[in-house]
């Protein structure tokens, strides 16, 4: 038995909380997770900052308590001697930086479901913040197939931007939403966020530049069989609705605080905006609330912070955040 700290939670949040800590690279591996009749107990990493905890579950009780190791079984790491950095997007993975052939061997040899290997050979660059890849092992494509919570979505990862660590935010998002919302996606990708509002919601509109995106996003429409949805090729800004919407998604966290005085123009009062932004560790609210709110005030709207929570890792010392931001009021109803 190892001695380890812990997230504790009823048993009817184990799985959400899960989700969650995996996403945000907390959850420590290798512990088996403990359950009891009431609680389930979830060991988080060693020497975790309890701040970056608390944004991440937070009002969990943390404790600690013994745990069992994992049954053992061949790794990656026991193949190769470490643990190579990639993420699984259906049956390809993608590994965080260049490697040779041995490791996507490797990771297929484990992975079995994984057909295809790749390398990126550029970050995310351009105007549609793709990246370009070249295939280390398996079959030569960048397409594929990727589930989540029931949904199907179709991509080209050499094409769109996609990530799988977005799992339990888009439900989180999804479940808020109520049938009478009109819903603007401002960057909608393939479709993600909007495929699963759209069963929720009254209508939604999923807005994006990148042609390619769109294409697949039409095809995942239909794909999921939602009809109350519009997929439009357009550059947010220009966006224009037929009525004020209830609720808009901003998830292009590098450059969405360029665009929020769009999303002010396009949310009602009232409504709801979620807002994601790359925050630093030892910075990861403290300046970015005041920057929305200052940018708030100078478009003539009233906000309050609903919720601000980490969503995950994005790289050392880094975090993508979430704020859901309410429209209390604007300028032309107050006079």
Do not use: W
């Not at 913040?129 to 990727?146: A, D, N, Q, S, W």
Request: aromatic fraction near 8%; proline fraction near 4%.
């Amino acid at each position: 038995m190892i001695k380890n700290r812990c997230v504790v939670v009823p048993r009817a949040e184990g799985e959400t909380t899960r989700r969650t800590l995996v996403e945000a690279g907390l959850l420590a591996t290798g512990l088996k997770i403990r359950a009891d009749d009431e609680r389930v107990y979830l060991p988080v990493v060693p020497d975790l900052d309890d701040r970056i905890l608390a944004q991440v579950a937070p009002g969990r009780q943390v404790a600690e308590c013994e745990f069992e190791e994992s049954e053992r079984r061949k790794t990656i790491e026991d193949l190769l001697g470490f643990e190579p950095s990639f993420e699984i997007i259906g049956d390809i993975a993608v590994t965080v930086e260049d490697y040779d052939r041995k490791v996507g061997e490797a990771i297929m040899a484990v992975h079995t479901h994984v057909k295809t290997v790749l390398v990126p050979v550029t970050g995310v660059t351009g105007e549609f913040r793709v990246r370009e890849f070249r295939v280390l092992c398996g079959e030569e494509r960048t397409t594929t197939t990727y589930r989540e919570h029931g949904f199907v979505f179709e991509m080209d990862l050499a094409k769109v931007y996609f990530s799988p660590r977005l799992s339990t935010e888009r439900k989180r998002v999804a479940d808020q939403v109520t049938d009478m919302e009109l819903v603007v996606d401002m960057f909608a990708g393939v479709g993600p966020f909007a495929i699963p509002v759209a069963k929720r919601a009254l209508y939604v509109v999923a807005v994006d530049k990148n042609p390619a995106a769109v294409e697949y996003l039409q095809k995942n429409i239909q794909l999921n069989h939602v009809k109350n949805i519009e997929a439009v090729c357009m550059d947010a800004r220009e966006v224009q609705l037929q009525q004020p919407a209830d609720r808009a998604i901003m998830n292009l966290p590098h450059t969405a605080f360029d665009f929020l005085d769009k999303a002010f123009e396009l949310v009602r009062s009232g409504g709801v905006i979620h807002y994601y932004d790359i925050r630093p560790e030892n910075e990861i609210f403290e300046g970015i609330v005041g920057k929305v709110k200052a940018r708030a005030s100078e478009c003539g709207v009233l906000i309050e912070v609903l919720n601000k929570r980490i969503v995950r890792s994005y790289s050392p010392h880094e975090y993508n955040i979430v704020l859901d931001i309410r429209i209390t009021g604007k300028k032309g109803e107050l006079d």
